[in-house]
């Protein structure tokens, strides 16, 4: 797990976007699972699991229903992706709550729906960006202690995006902080 820290606006949900492959870089290299996110973002991306900062969930859909569909587009057959997603929602604690509507969740509820979407298909790599974001105390303790828990259980590498020091310390092995657009440290 590599911690990706910095203040607000240092330029962390833009990194993430150049990983994606969503914007594209002004200078330099930028290689991610081998291949350049410039020239082969489709094909990586089918690799990365991810989950936005914002809460863009469809209110109206059942988590179960979403990560169902979200495993499909990544290649799981429809029948395989049903159990996936139940599978999944039940390792991020929401089995009991994965038909309710997500618009009647918590937000601590939304962040766990958006970690289960982001690792129903067994990526390789998972981006989560602020992952704690909005959550009161004990929230943010229980997802950290997820967070940690999915990266050792399924083997995925992960990048955690954080302006909160001491989270970043908690769970991460490996940490890159960038202020303005640049990084100005990194390493264990």
């Not at 200078?27 to 081998?34: D, E, I, N, R, S």
């Not at 169902?68 to 990544?74: C, D, K, N, P, S």
């Not at 950290?144 to 954080?162: A, C, H, K, W, Y």
């Amino acid at each position: 797990i590599t911690g990706l820290l910095g203040p607000n606006g240092a330029g962390k949900t833009t990194f993430i976007s150049l990983v994606l492959g969503l914007r594209s870089r002004d200078g330099g290299a930028l290689t991610v699972l081998g291949q350049d996110p410039a020239t082969a973002a489709i094909e990586m991306r089918a690799h990365i699991g991810y989950a936005p900062e914002h809460h863009n969930l469809p209110p109206d859909v059942h988590s179960a229903d979403l990560v169902r569909h979200l495993a499909e587009l990544h290649g799981i057959p429809a029948k395989a992706a049903i159990q996936r997603a139940n599978d999944t929602l039940w390792h991020v604690g929401l089995g009991e709550e994965r038909f309710r509507p997500i618009g009647t969740m918590s937000t601590g509820q939304r962040q766990r729906v958006k970690l289960a979407a982001a690792i129903a298909h067994d990526p390789r790599l998972v981006l989560l960006d602020e992952p704690t974001n909005g959550l009161d105390p004990l929230q943010r303790d229980d997802m950290l202690t997820l967070i940690r828990r999915v990266g050792s259980e399924f083997g995925i590498d992960m990048l955690v995006s954080s302006h909160q020091l001491e989270e970043v310390e908690r769970i991460c092995d490996d940490v890159v902080i960038l202020d303005a657009g640049r990084v100005v440290r990194a390493g264990r």
